[in-house]
């Protein structure tokens, strides 16, 4: 009985010590990885907030400000003037009857091979 | 112990089987008394590490502290003002490194710059901490880790980092080496609760809410850059602005020339042109003595109490004599003017005899009325206090008038304009955005309405007629009115004949007021020949051409319909 009891507490022990050992290395390894990811993380923020940061940076008026002086003659942005704003009233309302006569001018002048539309505006 | 007797039975005697008892008893005494020292010097051992703090600082500061991070700054279209970058450090923890030489030798694999005795002498000996570099890039981090050297090891720190450079450098101020705040709102942030959260370690990254201000870049930007133009125009020593939404007191934008860069914390106190202590906050920190924007103030006051209306006259054809002084009006018309005559030709003496009749203790109450006694409640730590008399003489309260001979800082000013333009509704200028619940509770009534009314149609009519047509020719459309001011310098006591100091209050749009701006430029010149070199000239221009950059960004379309202004300034008054 007593004999048959120690087999097994032997048993049981050597178990526990094979388990034991195996979860020791287990956990060793776990631990590494979350170095690792902690490390990964920690990288991968650093390198977030520079791109953050550089963002903000190219979004800075004090940065576009910059460019649009330097691309002048070809984006030709400019600060907008108060002569450039208007209104719904500078809008003419649509003519009561239509402008028969425009609409034949316009056909001639398009059959005539001459397109309005690729005039420059503004009569110039 | 047995006896043997005769007998064939040994015969124990108690005496014997007592003293075996006694000696086994004796002997466990002493087995327990081994064990429970044995135990107490384990346990005192145990307690005696219990007790061990080990040092974690560095150069006196906890690792959280230096990896805590600050919160980022926004601007009122959540434009970042200034947010913080990780940024890779490297230190060695030379108790823990075996073999010093190989552990120099391949460090400098990856940094050959290093000194090689300087980082022999850094690794050896006994401590527990030392920087190698500080703001490595994560490619260097990566190489470094690979040649695995125990004992090296990496602290993420938090660097600042300023997007806009210098545009907005006076509200944020900036942050020393430990990255605590040196001036501006950094400061301020640290004053409220940041350091304790440092301290405990928790402020990282994700836990720190960022910081809203109420300025807009875009305007701030905008008005920078006419203010750089302008130190060049007028060859100016310094000017500033700052502009205010009327309605709720926050500060739109605040510039300060000269500047400094955030980045670079000692350009702070660089000199400028050779002159030291010139980059300072003009708007809040500087006092001056703002001239004839004072007008609006004696004039506002006067009208307020009822005891001068607008369609009073008074006689400006003589100066006003005290003792052998004689004030006399800079643009003399040498006649009897109405109120909006007196403000439309800056007249010192019409504003002597309108806060004469007006009392000039009621004037002495009025200032203190409209704040300019104590200091701004702005989140600024850089504040000065005004330098008003307590009480007025004859004489200080005829000069305070026109504004001599008393110092507040711009930022009162346009506070003051502010509330005049906004139906007479004083709110405290601050960064921060406010509720409509905390402005309804904050505000204070300075005027009424009738008051603020009569005060805008003054402000246009000056516009229109007045000292301020050269800021309305470059603003025009955008119905902006103002006072301008020109004050002489102090220099070794007296007021120096060539040494100007010029101001601009104004607001805009007027005919439904949402902006209040005071524009200052110190010492400025003629541009050319043909132009003149008061207020109207440079701070006036250039509050029009401020207004003719940002009044787009800020949603106001100009109108060219001569009814508004009809309705604005009436016949009457012009």
Known sequence: MIRKLNIILMLTSSIAFVAVYGLKYSVENVARQKQTLERQIQKQKGQLSLLEADWSYLNQPGNIQPIIDRHLDQLNLQPIKQAQFGSLDDIPMRPIAPDTQGMTDLFKSLEAGVDPADKPMGGQ | ????????????????????????????????????????????????????????????????????????????????????????????????????????????????????????????????????????????????????????????????????????????????????????????????????????????????????????????????????????????????????????????????????????????????????????????????????????????????????????????????????????????????????????????????????QWGKDNYRAFMTKVGFDAPLPIELPEKTNSYIPKSFSDVTAATASFGHGISITPLHMAAAMAAFVNNGIYEPPTLYKRTPEEVAADGKRLISERTSLEIRQLMRLNALEGSGTVMERAAQGYRVGGKTGTAEKVEHGVYSRSKDFNVFASAFPLDNPQYAMVVIVDEPHRESVTTGDTAGWNAGQVTGRIVAAVAPMLGIAPKFDKSVDDQLVPMAIR
């Open chain 2, 1 to 356: 112990m047995a006896i043997l007797t005769g007998g064939e039975t040994p015969i124990a005697l108690t005496g014997g089987r007592q003293l075996r008892g006694s000696l086994t008893r004796t002997r466990i005494r002493w087995v327990i008394a081994g064990l429970v020292a044995i135990f107490a010097v384990v346990g005192g051992r145990l307690v005696q590490l219990g007790m061990v703090t080990t040092d974690n600082t560095i150069e006196g500061r906890t690792r959280e502290a230096i990896s805590a991070s600050r919160p980022a700054i926004l601007d009122r279209n959540g434009l970042e003002m200034a947010v913080d970058i990780r940024v890779p450090s490297l230190y060695a923890e030379p108790r823990r490194i075996i073999d010093v030489d190989d552990a120099v030798e391949k460090l400098r694999t990856v940094l050959p710059d290093l000194d090689p005795k300087w980082l022999r002498d850094k690794l050896s000996g006994e401590k527990g901490f030392v920087w190698i570099k500080r703001d490595l890039t994560p490619e260097i981090e990566d190489r470094i880790y690979q040649l695995g050297i125990p004992g090296l090891d990496f602290l993420t720190e938090s660097k600042r980092f300023y997007p806009g450079g210098p545009e907005a450098s006076h509200v944020l101020g900036s942050v020393n080496v430990d990255n605590q705040g040196i001036g501006g709102i950094e400061q301020y942030i640290d004053k409220q609760d940041l350091d304790v959260l440092q301290s405990v370690g928790i402020a990282n990254g994700q836990n720190l809410k960022p910081v809203q201000l109420t300025i807009d870049m875009r305007v701030q930007h905008a008005m920078r850059e006419q203010l750089l133009d302008a130190l060049d125009r007028y060859h100016a020593k310094a000017d500033a602005a700052v502009m205010l939404d009327i309605k709720t007191g926050e500060v739109v934008a605040l510039v300060s020339l000269p500047d400094f860069d955030p980045n670079d914390p000692s350009s702070m106190i660089a000199p400028y042109k050779g002159e030291p202590a010139m980059r300072f906050n003009r708007i809040t920190a500087g006092k001056y003595e703002l001239g004839s924007t004072f007008k609006t103030i004696t004039i506002a006051g006067a009208l307020d109490s009822g005891l001068v209306k607008m369609t009073d006259r008074f006689d400006a054809r003589f100066g006003v004599r005290f003792g052998r002084f004689t004030i006399t009006d800079f643009h003399g018309q040498n006649r009897i003017l109405t109120v909006p005559e007196v403000y439309k030709y800056s007249s010192n003496v019409g504003a002597i005899h309108i806060m004469q």
